[in-house]
């Protein structure tokens, strides 16, 4: 069972930029899909943005034209690029995986890893 280990969050203005990386622990190319996922204190975890296989990617209305999901198969890493930052986007930014566009929106019955927490603040 491939493992997928989250880091890259920190402290950052508003409008800054970070990257945050999915590493897993195996190969990532037999993977459908990767998703990132966020939850903000108070707040239900939600799906960010998710990238197929075949390179496909679908963001969040709040996202969109801001962040940007890429996966490098030879580093078994997904990467998230945040641009243009605001505060709403603090949250604890975890990844997973799914076998299908329909189930990788699913956020209970997971298995979660620690994720990387991302403030945005002044």
């Known amino acids: 069972q491939v493992q997928l280990v989250e880091s890259g969050g920190g402290l950052v203005q508003p409008g800054g930029s970070l990257r945050l990386s999915c590493v897993a622990s195996?190969?990532?190319?037999?993977?459908?899909?990767v998703g990132w996922y966020r939850q903000a204190p108070g707040k239900q975890r939600e799906l960010v943005a998710f990238i197929t296989s075949g390179d496909m990617t679908q963001y969040t209305s709040t996202v969109k034209d801001r962040f940007a999901i890429s996966r490098d198969n030879a580093k078994n890493t997904v990467y998230l690029q945040m641009n243009s930052l605001k505060p709403e986007d603090t949250a604890v930014y975890y990844c997973?995986?799914?076998?299908?566009?329909?189930?990788?929106?699913?956020?209970?019955?997971?298995?979660w890893g620690q994720g990387t927490q991302v403030t945005v603040s002044s």
């Open positions: 195996g190969s990532i190319s037999s993977i459908y899909a």
């Open positions: 997973n995986k799914d076998q299908s566009v329909i189930a990788i929106w699913r956020t209970t019955n997971r298995a």
